[in-house]
């Protein structure tokens, strides 16, 4: 398949993530069906993609879109919680679904029955295997991972990777489909986190560690680790942006593939989530900072 013949792009799950990436798809010129099986989810989704953090009012405002534009973006978009009507005459299938394995293999399986042969599957996972993934298909070779990173509108790096029976074909059409939406795809072989989430979860974990041993506080070690190294955030902010939740289940699949104990969830992080603390995400109490009443 060629980029340029796409007449329709599905994004299943309307999350955080789901929205970014319709968002970009949208902006990009494609025709797009957002899909959740929440009406609310799909109702905060156009929300948070007109006048979200990274939203396109936020791009009118500073003179990067003009305001007919912002609204031939939006036409772009349709939702639906059928997956019917979702499936239908799809050239490519996103899934941005909660990172669980039988969640994934359950809704690849329905649109695999549902959509044509010609459409192509990607996942947007971040942990779970590529080739566990495609099993719950016929259609292997036409199944690829394409992990996107939040914020999905500013992220450049899509990490592309290949499941046992990924053609060719479908591999350079995700990397050319990428590079139109003015990505840079960087390919990664396919082992239970990839590389990005694998590398990002030893920094979450091991500060998890560090301030289990005592030897610094929250607040300490994100600090340190901002203006000792320079990174942007330290391991609680970002474990409390991208969901403390979704570090713990990644930590135990990982664990689950490599029997590594350093991969397992320490029981702090676990402790946070059985009580509800999850970070910055709809219906949670809160993050590492509120749990401890950090100000």
């Given at each position: 398949m060629n980029v340029e013949n796409i007449k329709k792009i599905t994004v299943v799950g309307a999350g955080v993530m789901g929205n970014g990436i319709t968002q970009v798809c949208a902006r990009n010129g494609f025709k797009v069906m957002m899909v959740d099986v929440n009406e609310e989810v799909?109702?905060?989704?156009?929300?948070?993609?007109?006048?979200?953090?990274?939203?396109?009012?936020?791009l009118v405002e500073k003179g990067k879109i003009k305001s007919d534009e912002m609204e031939q973006i939006i036409n772009n978009i349709e939702s639906t919680t059928d997956p019917r009507e979702a499936a239908k005459d799809a050239d490519l299938v996103i899934e941005a679904v909660s990172e669980n394995l039988e969640l994934k293999k359950k809704i690849w399986n329905q649109y695999d029955e549902l959509c044509p042969e010609k459409t192509i599957f990607a996942s947007n996972t971040s942990t779970i295997m590529i080739t566990d993934q495609a099993a719950a298909t016929e259609r292997?070779?036409?199944?690829?991972?394409?992990?996107?990173?939040?914020?999905?509108?500013?992220?450049?790096?899509?990490?592309?990777?290949?499941?046992?029976?990924?053609?060719?074909?479908?591999?350079?059409?995700?990397?050319?489909?990428?590079?139109?939406?003015?990505?840079?795809?960087?390919?990664?072989?396919?082992?239970?986190?990839?590389?990005?989430?694998?590398?990002?979860?030893?920094f979450m974990i091991r500060g998890v560690r560090m301030f289990e041993e005592g030897m610094a506080g929250i607040k300490e070690i994100d600090t340190m680790c901002k203006l000792g190294f320079g990174f942007p955030m330290g391991p609680f902010e970002l474990?409390?942006?991208?969901?403390?939740?979704?570090?713990?289940?990644?930590?135990?699949?990982?664990?689950?593939?490599t029997g590594d104990p350093n991969d397992k969830a320490p029981?702090?992080?676990?402790k946070l989530v059985t009580a509800g603390y999850i970070g910055k995400k709809p219906?949670?109490?809160g993050g590492w900072y509120d749990f401890y009443n950090i100000k």
């Open positions: 799909l109702k905060n989704a156009y929300k948070q993609i007109k006048d979200g953090p990274f939203g396109l009012s936020r292997a070779d036409r199944f690829i991972g394409m992990h996107w990173f939040n914020p999905a509108p500013v992220m450049k790096l899509i990490e592309v990777i290949r499941g046992a029976l990924t053609s060719d074909s479908t591999f350079n059409f995700i990397v050319e489909f990428s590079k139109k939406l003015g990505k840079i795809p960087v390919e990664a072989s396919d082992s239970p986190g990839f590389f990005t989430s694998r590398f990002i979860s030893e474990m409390d942006l991208t969901g403390i939740d979704i570090i713990m289940h990644a930590g135990e699949y990982v664990y689950s593939i029981i702090t992080l676990r219906g949670s109490r």
